[in-house]
């Protein structure tokens, strides 16, 4: 059973970092596409980051480009996402989601984890 769990999450001034990380277990994380995914209250849940299993191409949300970066160490486990210059719209629960590169239409979350940029 696939497991992922998200932590870093909290309160944070505008302006400030946040860097999450998901750790996930029960099989091979090499064989994943990792994204994050974020919903804000009383809106869908987007497209974060995305990176892919092996070549480590990334793609963003126009709304983090130049601000957010997707990174992936293989030996453990673990996909992060490193947020900088955060804003006050960039509040919402983060959640992670690997997709394996076999079987496409399936797709694995965690838990999630808050995100709050406050003053």
């Known amino acids: 059973q696939v497991q992922l769990v998200e932590s870093g999450g909290g309160l944070v001034q505008p302006g400030r970092s946040l860097r999450l990380s998901c750790v996930v277990s029960?099989?091979?994380?090499?064989?994943?596409?990792m994204s994050w995914y974020r919903q804000a209250p009383g809106k869908e849940r987007g497209l974060v980051a995305r990176?892919?299993?092996?070549?480590?191409?990334?793609n963003y949300a126009e709304a983090v480009k130049g601000r957010f970066t997707i990174s992936r160490e293989n030996a453990k486990n673990t996909v992060y996402l490193e947020m900088n210059s955060l804003k006050p719209e960039d509040s919402g629960v983060y959640y992670c989601?690997?997709?394996?590169?076999?079987?496409?239409?399936?797709?694995?979350w965690g838990q999630g984890t808050q995100v709050t940029v406050s003053s």
């Open positions: 989601n690997a997709k394996p590169i076999t079987d496409v239409t399936r797709d694995y």
């Open positions: 029960g099989s091979t994380f090499a064989n994943y596409a």
């Open positions: 990176i892919t299993s092996r070549s480590n191409v990334t």
